[in-house]
């Protein structure tokens, strides 16, 4: 049999990892999935609907799909009956140093050519086979786990003796083709006649057979594909509804609130007030300014960023998704919103998959409020943000009177904030902008900062790292005020050596060491706290400071 496409059989194995029967209530609707194997999905009974990757299948008892690892799926049931589907999961392992039948190595080809909606014609055979995976998934002897085993590579002989010509000459595939050009670009008008073209195929048969495949008829897909769009935009941009009408394609904005109050039940406007008071985020990062502004996600990096001595009763009940994030996980939490920074790149084209995903790149000279600022456009809560500096303006203007009538005179004193590392041999120096009380000393008091510090911050780096102990005069002579952060290493680690005793603030007690949960962390809240810590700190200790000798 020539196939058109090269079979992988010869440098793939294929193992079962699970096959389950799931089973949807009417109008039901499964928790989005991201796929960690190859999954085949099957339909033993009901009808609904599949979403894959953001398309949407229609789904009956002819329905099998295959859906590839790191695509985002979920099922719902129609009104009418229960949804029962198998899902068989498998993987695949390539083989390396595989030779074919001239002796050579054979070439790797792709894991699994099949994709999609499948050929299962003829359906006894399909249900026939799903049946028996399912009804011998577990098995207690040896033998048995090798029948099993036996019966998925007949499976995926079957689908792919069906399949395997699948090109660009199959309806299906061609009405697949557009559906990839319609999501590519929704603004573009266009009839069902040019989407036949490019099927090749007439209109009557693309209608027909595209909603055959969707559900929809053509004109109901791109409304509802450009209505899906507006629905991100409305949430997540302070853009008016004229423009975000024409970006999504429409051109009279009043056809558009129309369709959109037809599609989904409610004004754009009742539609984003609603939604806002429940917006579900997930905060790779910037978690803490979110809970600053009152909005609690449902997902957050604790493990990295979590552990602010402030915000620990709120972070007590938001889900720790880690700092590698299982994207399985993220999804079960149905976020509306995945904000993140650098650290996450990697993932974010299957962050996406999952949910409207943001990226706002680290930039060391952009504050905390400034951030604050970004992320309240996105979800609405622009007059929090302005509060949050407001506020944090305020109490700094208070907590310099209060050390000015302690004889400390913020604005002339410099001040330095380092952190002991590498088992004493070693410090860090910090900026404004880089956690560890800098915001409250640089911003909050206007303390003066060394020159060193000074250059730190002006290059947007606002960290230096890993600085022998020997060189620590060079950065904090200067310094009236020293401020040590307390991450694992404490000043009993350094009090002993001469690096440390000569340095002028350490030899007039001005010197202050401070707990990483209490002052490593950069949110508005943590920035407030750490302004009020500080000044007690500074108000109390005042009195016991030794003056310079001149």
Known sequence: ???????PFRSCLFSLTEIKLESLLPSARMDKQMAEAYTLLGIEQGTGILMLDGKRYRLGKAAGFLIHPSSVYELEADEGGELE????????????????????PVELSPAFPLAGKLNIQPLGQWLKQLRALYANRVQEQELDAFKQHIRLQELLYYLFSRNAQASSDQPYAAISRTLDALHADITQPITVEQLARMANLGVRQYTYLFKELTGLTPSEYVAKLRIDQAKKQLLFTSDSLNAIARQVGFHDVYYFSRRFKQLVGQSPKHYVDERRRELRVVALYYGGILMSMGV???????????????????????????????????????PDLILMNDNNRADYDNLKKIAPSILIPYDGKRSVYEEAR???????????????????????????????????????????????????????????????????????????APNKVRQLMASGRQ??????????????????????????????RVSDQEDWMRIPAVKRNRLFELRHEEISYVDPLSCEAQLELLTELLVSGSASWEHPIF
């Open 1 to 7: 049999m020539s196939t058109g496409m090269r079979l």
């Open 85 to 104: 589907c198998y899902l068989a999961i498998f993987r695949v392992q390539r083989v390396v140093g595989v030779e074919g039948n001239d002796g050579h």
């Open 296 to 334: 609690k996600p449902v997902g957050a990096n604790l493990t990295w960023w979590g552990g602010s001595a402030y915000l620990r009763k709120i972070e007590a009940t938001v889900m720790d998704v880690g700092a590698a994030p299982s994207l399985d996980e993220i999804a079960m939490l149905k």
């Open 374 to 448: 970004i992320i309240g456009d996105l979800i609405g809560h622009a007059r929090s943000a302005e509060r949050l500096s407001a506020q944090f303006d305020r109490k700094a203007a208070e907590s310099r009177k209060r050390i000015a009538a302690a004889g400390i005179a913020s604005e002339k004193d410099t001040a330095a904030i380092i952190r002991i590392e590498e088992n004493g041999t070693a410090f860090s120096i910090f900026g404004d902008n880089y956690g560890r009380g800098g915001w409250a000393v640089y911003r909050g008091f206007r303390f003066q």
């Open 463 to 492: 960290v230096e790292q890993k600085i022998p102990l020997r060189l620590l005069a060079d950065y904090t002579a200067e310094a009236d005020l020293l401020f040590v952060v307390n991450e694992g290493e404490g000043v009993d």
